[in-house]
């Protein structure tokens, strides 16, 4: 009798105590998610339309590159019963502060104890690039620590009370802010340690929910929390809040919706020791140490990339939170208050801008310990917002030929500048082929590559200072060659060479194509040719290659694609007589500095070449005889085309 009395009196003791301390982590979420699914006969359309809005982001694979990171601003409603700040559950503000950094540490996998996470997940645990800043405004625009101590005249609440009546009565715009309420639960809910409400549900009840004493970090636990006091919970509802289901799917082997994580048999509690494994198909490894399993909170310390993509695609353009990248909630009303204020930033521009990424600069603002700077596609209405502490930051994640504009705003002790006007830039066009740009490094003659024939080769010229050199040599029956340079971003010319002679220099305007045509030339091993590219005035593009083909053919190139455009008459340096030329042209070279290569060429009136060839021009005077005794009488244009200059002269042909 004794014993049993003992038992009895222990077992009321253990009960009584379990009002207070957490036993098992118990979370309400998916039991208020059945109320108001129930309540709200539309709500499991939204659900799905999210649902839906989060497939197409994930196949669209962005969450697996770094995109700026997006901000929310936080309120905590701390609700009590007239208790002193910092006692029972008015908690203090150190406590709440705690509990911030920590939702910073975990969903931006900076926590300290994601160096326990087993090497097995370590490639898909992820950093959410969400981030939470205690708010700075009310929803009207006054000043606020964005902690609001409530004293709601009541002990303790059920989740039935809250829902009806607290949360509408105190809410903030959940399109501005994340509303954290801590509470004592009560009632049949007594052994809660908190909740949340799914993207989809009411706007006068969105947000998270928290046993006041599960309020606090791992480096501060919160004294009255026991396992459950490292601030592990709000980790786990916000990932509620931000979509994300438990990982056991709430089923038996159920599904999360996520690909990365493994099938869970159920919830796990306490610390389990790895591996743990499932009885599922499979019986894979379970990630018990995932933030959304039920395990105590020292145990749990990693998201995964697919919850990432789940959380990332409510901020995506149309996402359902995505209201929440834009808000001001942080910035503080006024430039007032004790502290420096700071002009606002300008000199705002992008720079290495490709098809999908850039980098933002500003010019530094004095007394600004750091910038906000934020982002979007020109046209839309969501920005991606982002801090940086110098004065650039990367804008990744980009969309090829889009423009995007930007805003950047300092920040001082006594506040934020507020946002400059924006700058907008247009990524690189999408039908840019990729360069790989293969022949680097070819900076000099005795480095160039050889350049495949009649292939259609692309390279870049990255720097201002940057030159491709390539060479060929010819067989005996392919002695003709046509030298072709084209999809040109800026001004690019080049220079042919055989051997140690200048052959021709092509060096048209801004981005018109560069052809030289050479019929009749030298061939075999011995007769190197070099084709040497480079921007003009040190035009150069990082990222768009230029094309440049290098055609040969037993028969001569008569109709290129090259025109006269460029020529210019020019004082006598050549003479050609007879003229009018009733057959034969003799053409009178004026004697050279040096022995170089030139070219002849003769065009009609359209433009068109119907003839060319190169000759030496020695230090000596030299002929040259052009036979147009085939041409059509009319107008034609003699272009001499040295390394120094482009010479022409009219003639008329008159058989
Ligand atoms: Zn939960």
């Given at each position: 009798m004794h014993k049993i009395s003992a038992l009895l009196i222990a077992a009321m003791l253990v009960g009584s105590m379990s009002m207070y301390a957490q036993t098992e982590r118990k979370c309400g979420s998916m039991e208020v998610l059945e109320q108001q699914l129930a309540a709200d006969p539309d709500m499991a359309n939204r659900m799905e339309a999210i649902e839906r809005h989060t497939e197409q982001y994930m196949e669209s694979g962005n969450h697996e590159h770094d995109r700026v990171v997006v901000t929310i601003p936080v309120v905590f409603h701390i609700i009590h019963n007239g208790d002193a700040v910092g006692t029972n559950e008015n908690i203090s503000d150190a406590l709440i502060q705690a509990q911030l950094n920590q939702l910073n540490l975990d969903f931006r996998k900076l926590n300290s104890d994601a160096s326990l996470i087993p090497s097995v997940f370590a490639g898909v645990a992820a950093d959410a690039e969400v981030q939470f800043c205690l708010a700075q405004r009310t929803p009207s625009g006054a000043a606020t620590t964005g902690i609001n101590r409530l004293n709601q005249g009541q002990a303790s609440w059920t989740m039935n009370q809250i829902e009806s009546s607290l949360k509408p009565s105190t809410i903030w715009d959940r399109n501005k802010y994340l509303n954290l309420w801590t509470v004592i639960f009560g009632g049949g809910d007594a052994g809660t340690l908190g909740y949340a409400q799914f993207p989809g549900g009411s706007a006068s009840t969105d947000g998270v929910v928290l046993l006041y004493s599960s309020v606090g970090s791992v480096a501060s636990p919160n004294p009255a929390g026991g396992a459950y006091g490292k601030g592990r919970t709000a980790t786990h509802e916000v990932g509620h809040w931000l979509n994300l289901r438990h990982i056991w799917g709430d089923a038996t082997c159920g599904n999360d919706q996520v690909s990365d994580t493994p099938t869970h048999n159920t919830a796990n509690y306490g610390c389990p020791a790895y591996p743990h494994y499932s009885t599922c198909t499979g019986s894979p490894v379970e990630m018990t140490m995932n933030y959304m399993d039920y395990t105590d909170d020292a145990c749990m310390y990693m998201f995964t990339t697919g919850q990432k993509g789940r959380m990332q695609a409510l901020f995506a353009a149309g996402g359902s939170r995505a209201g929440l990248a834009t808000s001001d909630g942080c910035t503080a009303p006024g430039g007032g208050g004790g502290g420096t204020t700071c002009a606002i930033p300008s000199g705002l521009n992008a720079t290495a801008i490709t098809q999908t990424s850039a980098t933002l600069n500003?010019?530094?603002?004095?007394?600004?310990?750091?910038?906000?700077?934020?982002?979007?596609?020109?046209?839309?209405?969501?920005?991606?917002t982002g801090t940086a502490t110098t004065t650039s930051s990367n804008f990744t994640g980009l969309t090829c030929n889009t423009s995007y504009e930007f805003q950047v705003e300092a920040v001082c002790s006594g506040g934020t500048s507020g946002f400059s006007a924006s700058a907008t830039f247009t990524t690189s066009s999408c039908t840019t082929p990729t360069c790989t740009d293969t022949f680097e490094a070819n900076n000099s003659k005795s480095a160039a590559k050889n350049i495949p024939l009649n292939t259609l080769s692309t390279a870049l010229i990255s720097t201002s200072t940057d030159v491709d050199w390539y060479k060929f040599t010819l067989t005996s029956t392919q002695n003709n060659i046509r030298v072709t340079m084209s999809n040109l971003p800026f001004d690019y010319d080049f220079k042919l060479y055989r051997n140690n002679t200048l052959l021709a220099t092509a060096q048209n305007g801004g981005t018109t194509n560069e052809v030289v045509i050479r019929n009749n030339t030298s061939t075999g091993t011995s007769n190197v040719y070099y084709i040497q590219?480079?921007?003009?005035?040190?035009?150069?593009?990082?990222?768009?290659?230029?094309?440049?083909?290098?055609?040969?053919?037993?028969?001569?190139?008569?109709?290129?694609?090259?025109?006269?455009?460029?020529?210019?008459?020019?004082?006598?340096?050549f003479d050609v007589y007879p003229n009018p030329v009733t057959g034969i042209a003799n053409i009178h070279l004026t004697p050279g500095a040096n022995d170089e290569m030139v070219t002849i060429s003769v065009y009609d009136v359209t433009g068109r070449m119907v003839m060319s060839q190169s000759r030496l021009n020695s230090k000596e005077t030299s002929d040259v005889v052009l036979d147009m005794s085939q041409l059509s009488n009319g107008m034609y244009i003699i272009r001499l085309e040295s390394s120094e200059a482009v010479l022409s002269r009219k003639v008329m042909l008159s058989k």
């Open positions: 500003w010019g530094a603002v004095s007394g600004a310990g750091s910038y906000n700077v934020r982002a979007r596609q020109v046209g839309t209405t969501t920005w991606s590219v480079y921007g003009y005035n040190g035009a150069f593009s990082a990222t768009q290659c230029y094309n440049l083909l290098v055609e040969t053919s037993a028969t001569a190139f008569r109709t290129g694609a090259e025109t006269a455009s460029a020529m210019e008459l020019e004082p006598a340096s």
